[in-house]
């Protein structure tokens, strides 16, 4: 069985005080008790991962995770933050290849796959992001690109390293857009990415790896993004801002 998950990445959102109460209004929430066997990972600033990560620490279902770690493993990097600095916040995920980084940040493929593999080394998941671009979706090339995504990247990983990952298909169209894909849209493409990885990795990893949908997934609509045979979940922005929000997508399963 998969792993249903659904994680929360704030962005550059809420000081340090509000994000410590959206963490309270998230862990006193009767609701977010109701559905155990859903993961749900927080996804805060790098300034919160210490304390989220205390409040969090005795709840089975609730993990936390980075935004982002540098591709280096330690030294004169002025004003990043290592794989091994967020481990000992306690994070256990980290975002790697989110489409705001990829576009502002220019992180190419060479870097992100050095950010998979220090996070690796320090025993953090990687959730590693893909998709494509309006006018790739227009085009009809969304597959080839997120195809040579994956193959520039986390498919030049050993079998067993692979196996650690979460994917995450995130339509940059659809990110902050209020623009989501439709089922029909999200399941045809983690249907594809699975395939490929069936094809690189065999059937056990393929039918094993979680694969998450990102892009303007919120209450209304996640429950029949979720009921997708091939999405185990949601990586959600905006709507993770609302303790109410992020709890009702997780019991959207
Ligand atoms: C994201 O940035 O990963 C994301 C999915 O954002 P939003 O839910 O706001 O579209």
């Not at 290592?82 to 916040?89: T, Y």
């Not at 997120?146 to 498919?155: D, I, N």
């Not at 940059?172 to 094809?199: D, F």
């Not at 091939?230 to 709507?239: F, M, R, S, T, Y």
Request: with cysteine; proline share 2%; glycine share 8%.
């Amino acid at each position: 069985m998969r792993k249903k998950i659904v994680a929360g990445n704030w962005k550059m959102n809420k000081t340090f005080e509000q994000g410590l109460n959206l963490v309270d209004e998230i862990i006193q929430s009767s609701a977010i008790h109701q559905t155990p066997e859903v993961l749900k990972i927080i996804i805060p600033p790098f300034i919160h991962l210490h304390s989220v990560s205390e409040k969090t620490k005795h709840i089975n279902d609730i993990e936390i995770g980075a935004q982002n770690c540098n591709n280096n493993e330690a030294g004169a990097f002025t004003g990043e933050i290592s794989a091994a600095m967020i481990a000992s916040c306690g994070a256990k995920y980290v975002l790697v290849g989110h489409s705001e980084r990829r576009q502002y940040y220019n992180e190419t493929e060479a870097i992100l796959t050095q950010k998979v593999n220090h996070a690796i080394s320090k025993d953090i998941t990687p959730i590693f992001c893909v998709g494509e671009n309006l006018t790739e979706r227009n085009n009809n090339t969304h597959l080839e690109t997120v195809k040579q995504q994956l193959k520039e990247t986390v498919f030049n990983l050993s079998v067993t390293d692979f196996s650690k990952l979460i994917i995450a298909y995130e339509p940059v169209w659809a990110i902050g857009t209020g623009v989501t894909a439709t089922s029909h849209q999200a399941q045809g493409m983690h249907n594809y990415i699975r395939s490929e990885i069936n094809k690189k990795f065999g059937k056990e990893t393929s039918e094993s790896i979680s694969i998450l949908y990102g892009g303007s997934c919120n209450p209304e609509n996640a429950k029949e993004l979720f009921a997708c045979i091939d999405v185990d979940g949601g990586l959600i922005g905006g709507a993770s801002l609302k303790a109410n929000d992020f709890v009702a997508i997780a019991n959207s399963f």
